[in-house]
């Protein structure tokens, strides 16, 4: 039988006559696969697929990896750099000179008029570092804003903070490879089947080769949650109850290692003395898992020989982010879990290059992680741009989510967006869409030209995307990995990187500086500031980056010099006693205090609205909304509700139902499943004006991440179906 039906349709893989394969990385999630891009005898796009021998994805891809090629026709790009005067004119195309030469007149006029910092910059993690390298040059020592920052405050700012105030320094001191070595790992609000693919393939094939706990901490049942040897279902935002707990049970049963943490840390007392406060009984009236659940897990992470965390957007994305992260780097520290194989605390990043900009931005900092706060940095680098160092701001300006604000409050005047898409991805829609209205100048450099935030703009700047450009991301596990130019980009578009050069040319500052004018050229001046710090890349270039399908940092000039070649790079980080990166070379213990600030389900808006994403989807689907090979899976706003919960409201699967809060409402078809308690609601957060005109996202008060886990909605029913249905097609946007 089932051979007559393989005889009738039988798959065929058509033959795309690739003649050439150009190597990259993939350009959407921060795993770093190595990906090959086929081209035909004509030139022409043809295929995408794994490279073999990469360490990362051993030949593997995910769904989106395997239709990446595709990107390269996909509507709505940006060919022309477009201006007006105001956002109720029409857009005119214009030529790069007189794009760059408005855009450079209006930021001084801004910045004369108002002050230097009236003028504010927001990027992404989703550039090439050679370009965030150029921009952060740009920004900090040109056009001279503080207020520059990048849509990373939406994604790893928690993590970053929590790291800095562990180790004194922000890098993952972990690699994927620590599956391979671990006897325990706790996953936390990380749902890596769908959103790292490839890293749950590795995760799955540790686990097949040699059998250790997997612990998912989650609200939903995700689908690592459905793999898990063991699920908390948690209470949403109360992690860090749940944390101290743990550390209750570890610290009182004396199952913590008392010689690493006599060796390596600072803080014991101050830890212990607060996780009194959370004995399992009273932790679990408040985190939702029960008192001997709790005992059991803390024993068996405590007692493997090698434990590891892992967490990402469930813990990042919180008012008590940084805390999360600080909690789950103390559960590592009083167990003896750092720096070595099996024994860490991982933060899984977002986009394809949010290391990348955490190292090389200047964002929050100066390049290769300086502190704008350290003279000797502002010195360093003054005298590498030559640049007066007294021309730094001494402290970090503001993060993008108290850029908007300020922009509320008429502080700010004039915006730089480059490769973000803030009307779709910040909280409170209703409330960004006023802000942008607002902006006496607002600058949109993005790929494509259909974007929301073109509405909004007084001047597009068309950029090419990926691989149409040249240059290096880095990864969660700190590999750089170098992307090679596929294809010229549409139309009269231009790199980033080239967009940057042509605009720096229009200030007079710049006759001072020198901006190199190659990627290449780019990477050489990063490898030279480089040198003796954490993140030291001087070992490293293009050719040999690709040759090994990746170097990890640190990699240094001597390790190169001597002929030692990468892995040994850096694998691990802090893997010898006391060499944290505090003067003392100690970790802090920091004790946690929970207070509970979140917007909770109340008589009036019942459901915990929880917020997220599919693997088919990227972000706000610029990208694979238009790619019917990955649209097809969710073409539409859905929302997850129980059964229960459905029925008692009268709500049939597939029925379009309309979700209010306080902010705002967004209409979506409903879906039963039991992933989502009877209390809470799921919407993936990838479609225009949908979920974020609900959510709240208040921030933490470390990082300024928003909490975009955790709001409260109703849910009503919607008497004509049609209408609904309409309306959802208009969120659609494409
Ligand atoms: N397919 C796909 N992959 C992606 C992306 C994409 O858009 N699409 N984006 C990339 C980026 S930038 C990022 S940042 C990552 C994000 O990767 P993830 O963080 O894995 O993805 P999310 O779905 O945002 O959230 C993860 C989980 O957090 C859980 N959660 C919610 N509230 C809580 C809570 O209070 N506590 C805990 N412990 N968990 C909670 C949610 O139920 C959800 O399952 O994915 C990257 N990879
Ligand atoms: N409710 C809710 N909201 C969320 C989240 C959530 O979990 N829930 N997650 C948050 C997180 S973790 C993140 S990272 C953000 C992401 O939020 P955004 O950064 O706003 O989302 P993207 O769709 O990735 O936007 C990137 C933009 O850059 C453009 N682009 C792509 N490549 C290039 C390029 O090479 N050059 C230029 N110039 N443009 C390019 C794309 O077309 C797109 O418009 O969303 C956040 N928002
Ligand atoms: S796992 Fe991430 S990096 Fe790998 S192919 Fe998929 S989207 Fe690309
Ligand atoms: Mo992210």
């Known amino acids: 039988m089932l051979f007559g039906r393989n005889r009738k349709n039988p798959i065929k893989m058509v033959d795309k006559k690739a003649e050439k394969w150009t190597y990259a990385t993939c350009g959407y999630c921060s795993v770093g696969c190595s990906i090959e891009i086929g ?159 490839i890293i749950y393939w590795r995760l799955q094939e540790a686990r097949e080769k040699r059998s250790f706990p997997l612990i998912v901490i989650d609200p939903r049942v995700t689908m690592l949650a459905q793999k898990a040897d063991i699920h908390l279902a948690v209470t949403p935002g109360t992690d860090v109850v749940l944390q101290n707990a743990l550390m209750h049970v570890i610290l009182n049963e004396g199952l913590e290692d008392k010689a690493y943490i006599e060796a390596n840390t600072v803080g014991i007392d101050e830890l212990k003395a607060e996780v009194q406060n959370y004995d399992p009984t009273t932790a679990a009236a408040i985190c939702g898992i029960d008192e001997d659940t709790i005992r059991n897990v803390a024993r068996i992470f405590a007692k493997a020989k090698t434990a590891m965390g892992i967490w990402t957007m469930g813990i990042n994305q919180s008012t008590h982010g940084s805390d999360g992260v600080v909690g789950i780097n103390n559960l590592s520290l009083i167990t003896g879990n750092i720096g070595k194989p099996g024994g860490t605390s991982l933060s899984i990043t977002g986009q394809c290059n949010a290391m990348g900009t955490r190292e090389w931005s200047s964002c929050s900092g100066l390049p290769g992680y300086r502190y704008l706060e350290n003279e000797q940095d502002r010195k360093d680098i003054g005298e590498f741009w030559n640049v007066d160092p007294d021309f730094f701001p001494t402290k970090r300006g503001l993060a993008q989510t108290d850029i908007f604000p300020a922009i509320e409050t008429g502080q700010i005047k004039g915006l730089w967006l480059v490769a973000t898409n803030p009307m779709t991805s910040m909280p409170n829609t209703e409330r960004t869409r006023k802000i942008l209205e607002k902006l006496d100048f607002l600058v949109v450099q993005d790929s494509y030209v259909d974007v929301e935030t073109t509405q909004y703009a007084h001047l597009y700047l068309p950029a090419g995307t990926w691989a149409e450009k040249e240059g290096v991301f880095t990864n969660t596990e700190r590999r750089v990995n170098i992307v090679r130019k596929v294809t010229d980009a549409p139309g009269d578009s231009k790199s980033d990187f080239d967009i940057f050069n042509l605009l720096a040319k229009q200030f007079a500052k710049t006759k001072e500086m020198t901006f190199p004018e190659t990627p290449a050229g780019a990477f050489e001046e990063m490898k030279a500031l ?80 929880n917020t997220g994403r599919l693997v088919e989807h990227f972000h706000t689907r610029t990208k694979t909304g238009k790619l019917g090979n990955t649209n097809k899976y969710s073409p539409i706003p859905f929302m997850e509700i129980n059964p229960d919960a459905a029925q008692s409201l009268g709500i049939e699967q597939g029925e379009y139902v309309r979700c209010v809060s306080r902010r705002g409402d967004a209409i979506v078809m409903a879906m039963l499943t039991q992933r989502v308690a009877r209390n809470a609601v799921f919407i993936p957060f990838h479609f225009f004006d949908c979920v974020n005109r609900l959510t709240l996202g208040l921030l933490d008060p470390h990082s300024r991440q928003p909490a975009y886990k955790q709001s409260a909605i109703t849910i009503e029913i919607l008497k004509d179906q049609q209408a609904a249905a309409q309306m959802s097609m208009e969120m659609r946007r494409f």
């Open 39 to 197: 081209t035909n005898a004509d030139g022409k796009v043809v295929g995408s697929r794994g490279v073999g021998g990469a360490d990362v994805n051993r030949g593997k891809l995910c769904v989106k990896g395997i239709f990446e090629y595709e990107l390269f026709n996909s509507s709505g790009r940006g060919d022309k750099p477009l201006l007006r005067d105001s956002i109720v004119d029409s857009y005119k195309e214009t030529d790069w000179d007189n794009a760059t030469s408005v855009m450079a007149n209006e930021i001084n006029r801004i910045q004369e008029t108002y002050g230097r910092d009236a003028f504010a910059v927001v990027s992404t993690g989703q550039l090439l570092t050679e370009e965030f390298y150029t921009l952060g040059k740009l920004t900090r020592g040109v056009i001279g804003t503080n207020n520059y920052d990048g849509n990373t405050t939406l994604c790893m700012a928690s993590a970053v903070s929590g790291y800095k105030r562990s180790f004194g320094s922000d890098g993952p001191p972990g690699c994927y490879e620590d599956f391979e070595h671990t006897d325990c790992l706790m996953a936390w609000g990380s749902n890596l089947p769908e959103q790292h693919p």
């Open 530 to 609: 480089s040198k003796g710090r954490l993140v030291d890349i001087s070992g490293m270039d293009h050719d040999l980056i690709e040759k090994q399908r990746g170097i990890q940092w640190p990699y240094t000039q001597e390790q190169a010099s001597k002929g030692e070649l990468p892995p040994s790079g850096g694998k691990r980080l802090y893997t010898e006693t006391a060499t944290f990166r505090y003067a003392d070379g100690k970790a802090k213990l920091i004790a946690l205090p929970f207070i509970d600030n979140n917007e909770r389900p109340d008589e009036k808006f019942p459901f915990w609205l």
